[in-house]
């Protein structure tokens, strides 16, 4: 019997032989919370309500067979996360490749040592839960994102689709597929020293004095403070990006003042991405610009405020980025004036 409010990570076990599910019961009871089911609709009935934390699931059955029930698992949205470990008498390596290409984790045959099925669901589910921080933190880095930008006026779709951008124009760039997603979830973060700047400034009406633009200009220092520092991944990047967007390629940008190939590659993709859909997207205090306008300046400004190999990469890459425009169109009005300078 399970008890209530039992915090232990849930295992469907399905079989039509109640042997089997007997030895795996002995094998898992002591670790887990665990279901059971002798047939598919019933193991797909509840995958659905119980939504298990990962599935074991024999291949030959009667009626709907284990590889039409993984198959079926993966085809909705509900239960297409749950992983899935086939325990079989199949033991053919055509029948274990079909089991992998079916989106199954793992594979194990019977007759089975409850000693390796043991070690084999914990690592799954270690594998599981690491994934799930790994999520975990990429929403915290994009919530903290989108507070800078509702502080600023803007929904919180601005960093949305900058970050995609910046990922298209890196894959263009040569990133590795890996690299191009690591600052895909980096970019969101690129003003979030926004949150320090006093809204009297941030929020100004007119025009700002340059006593104002010497505070608005540190953000990218307070960014970069807040994200903090790391030897290396994701809030690494971060960090880097935060405190460089605003760097020129001739010198004439912030903080520091960086020329050229001395401002960090990243923080020179996510400038370009940056200004792009700022320009592009409707703000409290201005239009849309056209695309091909906003090309038009990016190229003109190419060698003096973007690197100039970035920016003739961009407008080969439009078709992806149309697209990701249309994907996270602005649905809401712009709220309160505002006169941050876009470039």
């Known amino acids: 019997m399970m008890r209530q409010n039992d ?112 070690v084999r669901v914990r690592n799954q589910l270690s594998l599981v839960q690491a994934d799930v921080l790994r999520r975990t933190r990429l929403q915290i880095v994009q919530c903290l994102g989108m507070a800078a930008e509702y502080k600023d006026n803007e929904t919180g779709l601005h960093v949305v689709r900058m970050s995609h951008y910046a990922r298209v124009l890196a894959l263009a760039a040569g990133y590795s597929p890996s690299a191009a997603e690591e600052l895909l979830h980096a970019a969101p973060m690129h003003d979030v020293g926004k949150i320090g700047i006093p809204d009297a400034i941030l929020q100004k009406p007119g025009k700002l004095t340059d006593a104002e633009w010497q505070i608005m200009r540190q953000h990218t220092v307070i960014g970069a403070r807040i994200i903090g520092e790391h030897d290396s991944g994701l809030l690494r990047m971060a960090a880097i990006i935060a405190l460089n967007h605003h760097e020129k390629w001739d010198g004439s940008g912030y903080p520091q003042g960086l020329r050229g190939e001395n401002i960090p590659h990243v923080a020179r993709i996510v400038a370009i991405a940056d200004v792009f859909d700022a320009l592009t997207s409707v703000r409290p205090y201005k239009q849309a610009w056209p695309v091909e306008k906003a090309l038009a300046l990016i190229r003109d400004e190419s060698g003096r405020h973007f690197d100039p190999e970035l920016a003739a990469l961009l407008p080969g890459c439009m078709d992806d980025i149309l697209r990701i425009k249309q994907q996270w169109a602005e649905h809401e009005p712009a709220r309160t004036p505002a006169s941050v300078p876009l470039v």
């Not at 887990?32 to 291949?59: C, E, M, V």
């Not at 325990?87 to 992998?100: D, K, P, R, S």
């Open 7 to 118: 915090a232990r990570p849930t295992l469907l076990l399905v079989d039509d032989e109640p042997v089997n599910l007997q030895l795996l019961r002995h094998t898992l009871q002591d670790d887990y919370r665990l279901l059971f089911a002798r047939d598919g609709n019933k193991a797909l009935a509840l995958a659905r309500t119980g939504q298990p934390d990962l599935i074991l699931l024999d291949i030959m059955m009667p009626g709907m067979s284990g590889y039409e029930v993984c198959q079926t698992l993966k085809q909705s949205a509900a239960t297409a996360d749950i992983p899935v470990i086939f325990v079989t008498a199949l033991a053919e390596a055509a029948n274990e490749q079909h089991g992998f290409d079916l989106g199954a984790v793992d594979y194990i045959t019977k007759p089975f040592s409850p000693a390796i099925v043991k």
